[in-house]
């Protein structure tokens, strides 16, 4: 299995813009996370989806953020508008269960919003 | 309010020494992970501790969960270039998400 892929890898752009992550989690993995890093905050969750139905969703800033997940192999974490603040690396992990099961993370995509 | 609290937040040693790093929560979990992470990657999964009181060995490092399953430890022997990471703890509480403690920065020195 290729593990889980997100992209871009690395995105700059400018404040006010619309900016779109992408996430393909494993084949058959039915659990879906989006984390959010920074130095200042560690790792933090930002949203859950279990068979594409989003079940925790309290870790989204604000409303500036939304996440899709249109089916079992695609998701989406969108922000709009783009603040400074929001730069982070931004990371998609996937399991098959919830709690103690291991989470796979991709690479992640490094936002730089200027 | 962090519930998974590390430490050291950093740490720097040389090639071959021993180190221990924490991971203390006043809350209990029924289970707590440590990952690692290298620059430029996402966290990989080093271990899942699920007992209290429990240690788990991989090659040179030692993972503890402690009895009360509030705190854990991992403890490296003779350190290596190749341990240089970021390792970060994740408490779970049942079925629900993880969650993470800030990490700690390990550079080994050659």
């Known amino acids: 299995d290729a593990g889980v892929i997100q992209s871009p890898r690395h995105e700059v752009t400018e404040m006010g813009q619309e900016v779109t992550l992408r996430c393909k989690p494993i084949?058959?993995?039915?659990?879906l996370f989006w984390y959010r890093q920074t130095m200042m905050r560690g790792l933090e969750l930002l949203i859950y989806?279990?068979?594409?139905?989003?079940?925790?969703d309290s870790g989204m800033p604000e409303d500036r953020f939304s996440a899709k997940m249109p089916n079992a192999s695609f998701s989406t974490l969108k922000i709009q508008p783009s603040e400074p603040r929001d730069s982070a690396v931004y990371f998609c992990?996937?399991?098959?269960?919830?709690?103690?099961?291991?989470?796979?993370f991709g690479p992640g995509t490094r936002l730089t919003v200027l | 309010t962090q519930l998974l609290e590390q430490s050291p937040q950093f740490l720097s040693i040389q090639e071959g020494e021993n180190l221990t790093v924490y991971c203390n929560s006043s809350s209990v979990f029924s289970s707590l992970q440590w990952y690692r992470q290298e620059p430029g990657e996402g966290p990989v999964l080093l271990v899942t501790?699920?007992?209290?009181?429990e240690v788990k060995k991989l090659k040179r490092l030692t993972f503890q969960f402690g009895d009360a399953r509030k705190d854990s430890s991992l403890h490296i022997t003779a350190a290596q270039p190749g341990d240089t990471g970021l390792y970060l703890c994740a408490g779970a509480r049942g079925a629900q998400k993880l969650v993470f403690g800030q990490g700690t920065r390990l550079t080994i020195n050659p």
């Open positions: 084949s058959g993995h039915d659990y």
């Open positions: 989806f279990n068979n594409n139905v989003p079940i925790d």
């Open positions: 992990a996937s399991s098959l269960l919830a709690g103690q099961d291991t989470q796979y």
């Open positions: 501790v699920v007992t209290g009181g």
